[in-house]
């Protein structure tokens, strides 16, 4: 079986690539995986193997046709990570999201028809749904979204629902809860505390930190993601939700404390433009029908996080490492790919 992982050089998506070839997941144990990835601020060719014999890595933009016409077809599955996710970013300059995450999304989409994949599975994100004051989502709620952002990707989400009703490609979609654990860029807000603190800053917190979030480890997400890939539903929405749903004030509480800090350490700002006050996901659908529940508690996984980012100073501090996305692994060999892009083969 031969895998294509979009994205697969980012936090979520080389989880899901080093936990593919470390045969973690029943019924993909001896996949060969092809992951390609554009190498932007966010990714690192280093997150993954630098050579796997079950691993070939394509540096290339989902925006490009030919690039997946070539790379596409001969795929049996496809798993979509990649994407645009930073809110403040979104705002800032909202057109590269709506470039990547809807019109990336509809190109690898049309790529997977006309090239024959059998199974896809798109992962999304809570923020689709807007926020909620009180109770949880389920998969058949209005999608709301407030950031531009959380709305490109429930416009990705409608494409991706399209070619299952118009093409009949096999597609499954997936709604995460926030998502924390290694290798997570800085400018997310637990390794942004947490790398803060570390380089004796303080941590700042939007308004009153009262915004609540629903969090769940990158390890249960991404086992979660091979079980819609093996058992999920054509046309399907499933909600994978996370054992805890914390303020932002008490996040910031609870790495203080790994930190040995006081809150004298925490530095309040004024609340982003948009700020969705509370995401919460009804996952019941996904434990039903796939068997799924979160396996890491809360506290040892932050703990873990915490310490990780602590013992590996040189991936993340730009005084002690190349910009994260700019170095490619020499130990990988180069050879010639569809339209000159760098193809990184096992």
Sequence with gaps: ??????????????????????????GFEHCDVT??????????????????????????????????????????????????????????DPS????????????????????????????????VYGSISTGSWNENCVLEPNSPYAASKAASDCVVRSYWRTYDVDVSITRCANNYGPYQHVEKVIPRFVTSLLTGQDITLHGDGSAVREWLHVDDHCRAIALVLAKGRAGEVYNIGGDRELTNRALAERILRLAGAGWERVRHVPDRKVQDQRYSLDYRKITDELGFAPQIRFEDGLSEVFHWYRENRAWWSPAAAPARGTALTSAVRTVAGPRGLSVHAR
Excluded: W
């Design 1 to 26: 079986m031969r895998i294509l992982v979009t994205g697969g050089a980012g936090f979520i998506g080389s989880h899901f690539a080093r936990s593919l070839l470390g045969g973690r997941y029943t």
């Design 96 to 127: 590269p999201f709506f470039e990547t995450n809807v019109m990336g999304s509809h190109h690898l989409l049309a790529a997977c028809a006309s090239g024959g994949v059998g199974r896809v599975v798109h992962v999304s994100t809570d923020e």
């Design 35 to 92: 992951v390609i990835d554009k190498l932007t601020y966010a990714s690192d060719r280093a997150n993954l193997p630098a050579a796997h014999p079950r691993l070939t890595f394509v540096r290339g933009d989902i925006c490009d046709r030919q690039l997946l016409a070539d790379v596409v077809p001969g795929h049996d599955a496809v798993v979509h990570f990649a994407a645009e996710s930073h809110v403040d970013r979104s705002i800032d």
